[in-house]
């Protein structure tokens, strides 16, 4: 087999990368947070779809081209892959780059369950290679000062974790996005994975939760929904901590993406802090007894993930947070470092998926795994 072990590769000075799936994602995230990160080449797209490639390969240059993956994998010379492809086929695409010793970045949620994650996870770590979850909104200056605050125990004793997600996308069609088969869930895995792992960054574990999932389309412009646009959870945490999240596709004339509502709210001992997403640079805070939140500012240096080569003064910040992700991946690469957030942080929030899903079908408390 064209088989290398990333174990024996000196740090790369020029860090070869593969896309999988050329979509939406790829396009407005990988690619540009790549193109930032020096001594870093794109040198091989796959997607399965030929037009789709076709136009990546117009827009980008790069002349390997593939529209399957395993011919990308056998190629000695890329080192790291981005697979950016439906949910159905994160798993078998990235056992395959593992076995390939491959680095490796997936897109969230990692797989369909718990068990395939934990496969991908435990596979990645055998083989040596780096792999990280594509929990892009960890990359959020505001978040990552907030979790620098509470590590710092601001916060005090842990009380109330509390997110809420509304969009407005009413009854277009979603595409593989609302097919049970290719998606695994609606609403749950594709905007409230995100907020699983905020909680799991701010408060720690899971331990046992109760969920619901509703489903208010079965169509949506004619096309069979089987999936989920709302669903909540109400969780317990180890420490003792309790949980509410929420999120919905169907919030009427809330708007989409950085210009609706994405709420997280942390009330500990000593403190309460408010985190939303669209005020990248702030957060409110509030004392215990005081007299009610003010707005404290992210200091500059977490403007920026450290070391990162973008310029936190150029761009729409509420785009560019993303492209910190990319050189996440390349610098845990070259560090030989495991990256932050990796397979095992994406593994954590698939189980309290899996468990959410085993809630609302049983109606009762499930443990998480
Ligand atoms: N981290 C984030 O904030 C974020 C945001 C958007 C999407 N996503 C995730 O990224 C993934 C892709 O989402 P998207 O919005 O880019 O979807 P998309 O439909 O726009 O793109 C997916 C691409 O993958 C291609 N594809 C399908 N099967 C393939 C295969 N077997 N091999 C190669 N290519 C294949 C499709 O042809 C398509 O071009 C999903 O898992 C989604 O949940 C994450």
């Given at each position: 087999?064209?088989?290398?072990?990333?174990?024996?590769?000196?740090?790369?000075?020029?860090?070869?990368?593969?896309?999988?799936?050329?979509?939406?994602?790829?396009?407005?995230?990988?690619?540009?947070?790549?193109?930032?990160?020096?001594?870093?080449?794109?040198?091989?797209?796959?997607?399965?779809?030929?037009?789709?490639?076709?136009?990546?390969?117009?827009?980008?240059?790069?002349?390997?081209?593939?529209?399957?993956?395993?011919?990308?994998?056998?190629?000695?010379?890329?080192?790291?892959?981005?697979?950016?492809?439906?949910n159905f086929?994160?798993?078998?695409?990235?056992?395959?780059?593992?076995?390939?010793?491959?680095?490796?970045?997936?897109?969230?949620p990692l797989a369909l369950n718990h068990a395939d994650v934990k496969e991908?996870?435990?596979?990645?770590?055998?083989?040596?290679?780096?792999?990280?979850?594509?929990?892009?909104?960890?990359?959020?200056?505001?978040?990552?000062?907030?979790?620098?605050?509470?590590?710092?125990?601001?916060?005090?004793?842990?009380?109330?974790?509390?997110?809420?997600?509304?969009?407005?996308?009413?009854?277009?069609?979603?595409?593989?996005?609302?097919?049970r088969k290719?998606a695994g869930t609606g609403e749950l895995g594709d905007?409230l994975s995100?907020r699983i792992d905020?909680a799991h960054?701010?408060?720690?574990p899971m331990k046992r939760l109760v969920a619901n999932l509703k489903q208010?389309?079965?169509?949506?412009?004619?096309?069979?929904?089987d999936l989920d646009d709302w669903v909540a959870i109400l969780a317990e945490f180890q420490?003792?901590?309790?949980g509410v999240l929420e999120s919905?596709?169907?919030?009427?004339?809330?708007?989409?993406?950085?210009?609706?509502?994405?709420?997280?709210?942390?009330?500990?001992?000593?403190?309460?802090?408010?985190?939303?997403?669209?005020?990248?640079?702030?957060?409110?805070?509030?004392?215990?007894?005081?007299?009610?939140?003010?707005?404290?500012?992210?200091?500059?240096?977490?403007?920026?993930?450290?070391?990162?080569?973008?310029?936190?003064?150029?761009?729409?910040?509420?785009?560019?947070?993303?492209?910190?992700?990319?050189?996440?991946?390349?610098?845990?690469?070259?560090?030989?470092?495991?990256?932050?957030?990796?397979?095992?942080?994406g593994a954590r929030a698939q189980a309290v998926m899996d468990a959410a899903v085993k809630s609302a079908e049983s109606r009762s408390w499930v443990d998480v795994e």
């Amino acid at each position: 087999m064209d088989r290398h072990n990333p174990q024996t590769m000196p740090p790369a000075n020029s860090l070869n990368v593969a896309i999988i799936g050329c979509g939406g994602i790829t396009l407005q995230n990988h690619l540009p947070g790549l193109a930032l990160c020096p001594d870093v080449k794109v040198v091989a797209l796959c997607d399965s779809d030929a037009s789709t490639l076709e136009r990546a390969r117009q827009q980008t240059g790069v002349t390997i081209t593939s529209t399957r993956h395993e011919d990308i994998m056998k190629r000695e010379d890329v080192h790291a892959v981005i697979i950016a492809t439906p949910n159905f086929t994160h798993a078998p695409i990235a056992l395959d780059a593992i076995a390939h010793g491959k680095h490796v970045l997936c897109e969230k949620p990692l797989a369909l369950n718990h068990a395939d994650v934990k496969e991908m996870a435990e596979a990645a770590d055998r083989a040596g290679v780096r792999h990280l979850t594509a929990f892009t909104y960890r990359f959020v200056p505001a978040m990552r000062y907030l979790a620098h605050l509470i590590q710092r125990g601001e916060l005090g004793q842990p009380y109330h974790f509390r997110s809420c997600r509304l969009q407005d996308w009413g009854t277009r069609p979603l595409g593989w996005r609302q097919v049970r088969k290719l998606a695994g869930t609606g609403e749950l895995g594709d905007m409230l994975s995100h907020r699983i792992d905020f909680a799991h960054l701010l408060v720690g574990p899971m331990k046992r939760l109760v969920a619901n999932l509703k489903q208010w389309h079965p169509l949506r412009s004619g096309q069979p929904n089987d999936l989920d646009d709302w669903v909540a959870i109400l969780a317990e945490f180890q420490n003792g901590a309790t949980g509410v999240l929420e999120s919905s596709k169907l919030a009427s004339g809330r708007n989409e993406s950085w210009r609706s509502l994405d709420y997280v709210e942390i009330n500990g001992s000593e403190r309460s802090f408010v985190f939303i997403t669209g005020e990248w640079n702030k957060l409110q805070t509030g004392k215990v007894g005081g007299p009610g939140l003010e707005t404290i500012e992210v200091p500059r240096e977490f403007w920026k993930l450290p070391g990162a080569p973008r310029d936190s003064s150029q761009g729409d910040p509420l785009v560019t947070f993303r492209y910190d992700q990319a050189w996440e991946f390349v610098d845990a690469i070259r560090n030989q470092r495991p990256c932050i957030p990796s397979f095992h942080e994406g593994a954590r929030a698939q189980a309290v998926m899996d468990a959410a899903v085993k809630s609302a079908e049983s109606r009762s408390w499930v443990d998480v795994e």
